[in-house]
Nanobody, 123 residues
Framework: QVQLVESGGGLVQAGDSLRLSCAAS????????MGWFRQAPGKEREFVAA????????SYADSVKGRFTISRDDAKNTVYLQMNSLKPEDTAVYYC????????????????WGQGTQVTVSS
């Protein structure tokens, strides 16, 4: 079992930055692929970013490329999502997730999920 707890969400203005954190416990974090997803009201959950445990390579949704950066600190069992140049369309509940799967861009690949943290970007 893996427990995931997100933090760092909030209300910001367009153009601002936020850093989300996801603290993991329960299994060997360093061997898990980690992802961030988001879900806006009335919309399906969508992939935002993910980072692999082996090599640390990352993937991003086109909508956030160049603005968001995912990183991990295996010593702290924590994954981060640095969000810059935020836009109103980034408003959503952001979820952290963990998987052993090699497929890291699909929500269905993930076995463990956090409760989510709200990010609201005003125009």
């Amino acid at each position: 079992q893996v427990q995931l707890v997100e933090s760092g969400g909030g209300l910001v203005q367009a153009g601002d930055s936020l850093r989300l954190s996801c603290a993991a416990s329960g299994r060997t974090f360093s061997m898990l692929n980690m992802g961030w997803f988001r879900q806006a009201p009335g919309k399906e959950r969508e992939f935002v970013a993910a980072i692999r445990w082996r090599g640390g390579s990352s993937s991003y949704a086109d909508s956030v490329k160049g603005r968001f950066t995912i990183s991990r600190d295996d010593a702290k069992n924590t994954v981060y999502l640095q969000m810059n140049s935020l836009k109103p369309e980034d408003t959503a509940v952001y979820y952290c997730a963990a998987t052993n799967s090699i497929v890291i861009v699909r929500a269905s690949s993930y076995d463990y999920w956090g409760q989510g943290t709200q990010v609201t970007v005003s125009s």
